[in-house]
């Protein structure tokens, strides 16, 4: 890709703006398999600690997002014959608004099961707490079971242990096949009232629309730790990427854009308790892979990495090679040159200029986004 038509695509920042104030926690895309479900909760179990949550709310919040995660794997659409199709694959998305966690899964179903999922649908909403419960057992005892295991059940439960409707959408990809989105919110207090209906499940189906227009695979918004970088990486050690070598790199570049941010970062407000808040996407354009981080820093130490990135990118790639041995052994280097060999790392490993950006937020700390092409 050329450096112009990357800056010309990174310039206006949309998927950065769009997140830096928002709930958003992350989203999937993608095949789901037992080790990204795994990252999943992992990733949100870390979340719920750093925010100092109950073990009780914890235990729900995982009970529900297995239900939602096991449907997904159950269900989606896999095709073992060709490449999967980026408006077939599946979804996970999780935010945490107003004291609310919200989980919406996204898959393709038949047409034909339309009108089953939907009666079972209206009819778990109908029921209150007693009901539902009398409805479980019933479904248990007597309802079929169907060769991909389920007879409901899973819906039944995550309305039992959230106390809440579940929302959901269907969109038409074709004469065969939809989209089916379900979303399921549980209170960071479990003693309040029930979560009432501004949610709207719309606002997902236009974000899974963004996520594939712009060839999104994941994206993590949120306080980041070492606990929380290792989750993301082993999100990323499941995809295939094509051409030998380059989940290596993916992997080599992606824990030098983190590390960074863990390192040099630096929070906005105190809401967060552990980990440097981080927006981090990858997105694919043909064969390259972007890879982007943003995050705040000091305006104090804007000058110097400005300096450090442009003379990173002015350096040929034997000159870089000779500039890293320099930092690496220390040797002399112009203080305004002088770069940490983590972004050396950055220019080296990824073969490409690291483009960047930086928003100022107010007197005392800008926004600085960071992508680097695979």
Do not use: W
């Not at 990733?43 to 709310?57: I, P, R, V």
């Not at 995050?295 to 000159?319: A, M, P, W």
């Not at 112009?334 to 790392?345: I, P, R, T, Y």
């Amino acid at each position: 890709m050329e450096q112009g038509k990357i800056e010309e695509q990174f310039s206006d920042l949309s998927v950065f703006e769009g997140l830096q104030y928002e709930d958003l926690v992350y989203v999937y895309r993608g095949l789901f398999t037992q080790t990204i479900t795994d990252s999943i909760i992992a990733l949100t179990e870390n979340n719920l600690d750093t925010s100092g949550s109950s073990s009780k709310l914890k235990k729900r919040v995982f009970s529900i997002m297995v239900e939602c995660l096991q449907n997904i794997t159950r269900h989606q659409y896999v095709d073992d014959e060709q490449e999967l199709p980026p408006d077939k694959s599946s979804l996970f998305v999780i935010c945490d608004k107003d004291r609310t966690y919200q989980m919406t899964s996204g898959n393709v179903v038949n047409n034909e099961n339309i009108p089953h999922l939907q009666e079972l649908l209206n009819k778990v909403n109908s029921l209150d707490k007693e009901t539902l419960k009398e409805y479980y057992k019933e479904v248990l005892e007597e309802g079929s079971i169907s060769n991909k295991g389920g007879a409901g059940l899973g819906l039944i439960e995550m309305a039992r242990k959230s106390g809440n409707k579940l929302y959901y959408t269907f969109e038409n990809i074709d004469d065969e096949s939809s989209y089916f989105y379900m979303n399921t919110s549980i209170s960071h207090e479990l003693d309040e009232e029930p979560v009432g209906g501004d949610f709207n499940i719309q606002d997902v189906v236009s974000l899974h629309k963004f996520v594939l227009q712009k060839n999104i695979m994941l994206i993590f918004n949120g306080g980041l730790t070492q606990k929380s970088m290792m989750e993301i990486l082993s999100l990323i050690n499941e995809q295939s990427f094509g051409k030998l070598g380059r989940k290596k790199k993916m992997c080599n570049v992606m824990v030098e854009m983190l590390q960074n941010v863990v390192k040099h970062g630096v929070k906005r407000d105190e809401t967060r308790t552990a980990g440097n808040p981080v927006i981090f996407y990858i997105a694919q354009e043909g064969d390259d892979f972007n890879l982007n981080a943003g995050n705040y820093i000091d305006n104090g130490s804007i000058e110097k990495v400005r300096t450090k990135i442009e003379h990173l990118n002015s350096l040929r790639d034997d000159e870089l090679e000779d500039f890293y041995t320099k930092c690496l052994l220390n040797f002399e280097i112009d203080n305004s040159k002088e770069a940490g060999l983590g972004l050396v790392d950055l220019r080296m490993k990824s073969g490409h200029k690291i483009v960047y950006k930086i928003t100022p937020i107010n007197e005392k700390m800008s926004f600085i986004v960071m992508q680097v092409i695979i």
